[in-house]
């Protein structure tokens, strides 16, 4: 349960605003966070915790592009591709990606390590290409740059599955660098 | 002249992010100097100092605070953190590594207008910068520079951020406040405007102000109306952040006076056209301002003084001063295709010519880019377009218009080459 596990945040979040209705938003990405991606459990949560109806806080979550309603991978790789970033061979970068990968756009790796979609202006069009990983920048791209850097996720996921084995049992501890 | 870095002042202070270091410098000292004077005079002030709104607008920024009633008990200073212009990304620079003079700026306007709360509203995707910034907000509060008995003047006013999730709309000011309030991006119906009662956030009387508005405010405190105005031109005092991306040497965020050339800004500052290659167009705006057409790098258009009234001079906007630009390799049906893809994923679908025109002019596009444009094809985007503005709620059907008027007029040329099939057919990548 959201409440309990995430008791102290989301105390301060509703101290912020004036209306319980206000903290949907960012109680959206603690139920994204928690559960990989925003499915019906979280959005029962949400609602309960905001008094609002789960059809309101679905609608939020399908309106903001950053609600996923599908499990990703590990990693969420989103480049953009718009214009500024096009300009300086972001399509290119984009399509050599999703080839390297092999995967189409908005999809997931069979490993289920990497999930790579585009996206629109991320405010970084002057060291484009560029990406977000899980929300993180990562700029002034190119593929030489970038296989390095999914060999390395790779291994880290591969890690963390070795960590996650022997200690599943007790998966309650708040995770401090995955998305929010 | 020396640059004069009012915005980016980590150019000239190394580590100004970092709350002792600002206070060293200056830091809060233009809070505290207002904390003195009348909540009116401050207002005075920064009307008098002629600063302009610079999330595109460009609206007197000391007539917007003086529209808010007195008389209310609760209002609000909300600043707008949700750059999402097609090439804008100066505010994130300035959160970044100057947050504590954008935390000023916000309070002395809170103080302005008598504001019992400010709410920082940055876009979803500044995930990180928003957690730097709530650090440096506790690190002020703890200073007693925010919240409680503000720099011990029995004033209290709490900063708080909220963070988008991923939509475009929320810059526009009554969507990022149905945002905020925890509903859809959608754009309200005006009146009442957000200064008025009943219009603003929780209904209450607000103020919202760009990132970079507010980040001048300290500046024009400490040192006055009539040093503010003596930077820039007379009807754009001050300096701007132009953002410059696209086929240059050296993109990047350039902290000029107002007025300065376009020249200047691409061949002295961003190092010229890459590649050696001719200007063909820039896009002094984002997505959303008309395209200017030159000639080559020597086009006396470049001379241009960048102000928001030179601009409209020769037929374009400042706005944002997103400034994209394109070299005569490029196919401006491809940029008129590639803004339109944007500019329809973004419509939030609340008023009818946005959310149909820009899916009708997308698939047309389409069709066009894919070599199977008729002639009546282009006259049809155009008609679409046209019939988009001055219709909708907010801008966002404005500008969604503007790449495709723009393109036809200033470029029929490359329209003919895609008619014609002298363009080859390309599928433009985007949503």
């Given at each position: 349960m959201l409440a309990e596990k995430y008791a102290s945040k989301i105390e301060y979040i509703f101290s912020k605003?004036?209306?319980?209705?206000?903290?949907v938003m960012p109680l959206l990405y603690i139920a994204q966070e928690e559960y990989g991606y925003v499915n019906d459990e979280g959005v029962a949560e949400v609602a309960a915790l905001c008094d609002m109806d789960p059809t309101q806080v679905r609608s939020i979550a399908g309106f903001y592009t950053m609600y996923s309603e599908n499990p990703k991978g590990k990693y969420w790789l989103q480049v953009c591709t718009d214009l500024a970033c096009a300009l300086r061979g972001a399509d290119k970068f984009y399509a050599d990606l999703k080839e390297y990968l092999g995967v189409d756009d908005g999809g997931t790796t069979e490993d289920g390590v990497f999930t790579v979609e585009h996206v629109m202006c991320l405010a970084a069009c002057d060291k484009a290409p560029m990406m977000q990983c899980n929300f993180h920048f990562v700029e002034n791209l190119d593929m030489e740059k970038m296989v390095p850097l999914l060999d390395h996720w790779r291994e880290e996921a591969a890690q963390a599955n070795e960590a996650a084995k022997p200690a599943k049992a007790k998966k309650t501890k708040e995770k401090s660098d995955s998305k929010p | 002249m020396a640059n004069l870095n009012i915005i980016y002042r980590e150019k000239d202070v190394p580590n100004i992010h970092e709350l002792p270091v600002y206070l060293k410098h200056g830091g809060y000292d233009a809070l505290k100097k207002a904390l003195k004077m009348k909540p009116a005079e401050v207002i005075d002030l920064v009307k008098a100092s002629n600063l302009r709104g610079r999330g595109g607008a460009g609206f007197p920024t000391g007539v917007k605070w003086s529209?808010?009633?007195?008389?209310?008990?609760v209002k609000y200073v909300v600043v707008n953190a949700d750059e999402s212009e097609t090439g804008t990304f100066k505010d994130r620079q300035i959160i970044e590594n100057n947050p504590h003079q954008l935390i000023e700026g916000s309070l002395i306007a809170a103080w302005a207008i008598q504001a019992t709360a400010v709410y920082i509203y940055l876009r979803g995707e500044f995930w990180d910068l928003a957690q730097s910034l709530d650090q440096h907000i506790e690190d002020a509060r703890k200073k007693g520079l925010v919240g409680d008995n503000i720099a011990g003047s029995g004033w209290n006013c709490m900063v708080y951020t909220h963070l988008g999730a991923g939509a475009y709309i929320c810059g526009e000011e009554s969507a990022l406040l149905e945002s905020l309030e925890g509903k859809l991006g959608m754009p309200r119906v005006r009146p009442p405007f957000p200064a008025n009662k009943g219009g603003g956030l929780y209904g209450e009387p607000s103020v919202i102000n760009n990132v970079e508005t507010l980040t001048n405010v300290p500046w024009i405190i400490n040192n006055g109306a009539d040093e503010y105005k003596k930077i820039g031109t007379e009807q754009s005092p001050g300096t701007k952040v132009f953002c410059v991306s696209g086929h240059v040497e050296k993109p990047g965020n350039y902290e000029l006076p107002l007025g300065t050339t376009l020249r200047e800004l691409l061949f002295t500052h961003a190092g010229g056209i890459a590649n050696g290659k001719q200007l063909k167009g820039v896009l002094p705006s984002g997505g959303s301002g008309p395209v200017i057409r030159f000639a080559?790098?020597?086009?006396?258009?470049?001379?241009?003084?960048?102000?928001y009234e030179d601009f409209a001079k020769i037929g374009s906007i400042l706005g944002s001063a997103s400034i994209i630009v394109m070299d005569e390799d490029t196919d401006m049906t491809w940029v008129a295709a590639k803004i339109t893809k944007f500019f329809k994923h973004e419509s939030c679908g609340k008023c009818t010519p946005c959310r149909e025109g820009t899916y009708w002019l997308d698939k047309t596009l389409d069709r066009i880019m894919s070599g199977q444009g008729q002639e009546k094809d282009v006259d049809l985007i155009a008609s679409v377009a046209r019939n988009m503005q001055g219709v909708t709620l907010c801008a966002l059907g404005e500008f969604a218009a503007n790449p495709i008027i723009y393109t036809i007029k200033n470029f029929p040329e490359d329209f003919k080459a895609r008619l014609d099939g002298t363009a080859a057919p390309v599928v433009v990548a985007g949503h």
């Open positions: 605003y004036p209306t319980k209705r206000s903290a | 529209f808010i009633p007195q008389s209310e008990p080559g790098n020597d086009d006396p258009l470049l001379d241009t003084p960048m102000t």
